[in-house]
């Protein structure tokens, strides 16, 4: 095989790809009959038979909040619990919040208090060998490409299909930052064909994520102001309080997302894994659409 697979690439590039393509499909079934099928069955035969369910996901921050529709649609019919498995290393993430893993002690409990809000989860906990009914860690491991709907990978482990144009988070409000606006940009996921500079021309931009990306988005946008949040929940009640949002692939996106803000969505070109959903609520990876969509919330009176 090896032999024709080298001869084709010579004399025949077309059968050459085909023969690839081929044999990489063939490795992706058997891979997942092998491995995953049973643990897919697994988990449809928990949901269809169990009152009480445990999930189980070790992280990112952001991961874990777009698993959460999945978990609300099912506490309509199921007991759901929670547990988050900290400390997993993560291989490389450019200036991850949590360093060297998907999620540490510090961001766990940033989200925590966040999480412990949802009515919708009677049980939220470090994960310390609870039993488990659905492992959403299982989305790393199938032989998918992940390049779609981060917000429907829980979907793709449960079957699951919740309306995601829903709120599926709850949060009070922070009445400092009434129609405001609000900025989240991380280091990783950023649209290089896009630029803040004409946010400069704006008055009551606040940056709620780390000091280090508020410090490197100042340099653009001079009259940005920081606000440092306690936690996640504070986080979620400024975002709800909010005139609109502006973030990349980042934990303030999917929190806007489940309290259905109006928000903005700078796409990353490399990874468009996180969409936006719903009213007021849309994705940008040009300049002139940028701003445009910009101003377009920025005059809307919703508040």
Known sequence: MFLKKIWNKII?????????YSEHKEKNILLFQNKHENQINFIKKNIDN????N?????HAADIINVLPVIKKLSETHACNLYININKPIKFYYKHPAGNFYINTRIYKMLEPLLKKQKYLEDVNIYKNQDIDINFDLIRDLPIN?????????????GIQPDLTEPFISADFHKEFTNKIIIQRTFRYRNQFISYKFLNNFKDIFFVGTNEEYQDLKKIIKNLNFYDCENFLEMANIVNSSKFVIANSSITFPIA?????P??????PDFPAAQPHGKNSFNFYFQSHFEEKFNYLN????K
């Open 50 to 53: 169990k009152k009480k369910l």
């Open 299 to 302: 005059n809307l009176n919703l």
């Open 12 to 20: 025949n590039n077309q059968k050459y790809q085909e023969l690839r």
């Open 146 to 158: 992940l390049l779609f709907d981060n917000t429907t990978y829980a979907s793709v482990i449960t």
């Open 263 to 268: 928000r903005l969505l700078e796409a990353c």
């Open 55 to 59: 999930f189980l996901h070790s992280g």
């Open 257 to 261: 997302e489940g309290l259905q803000v």
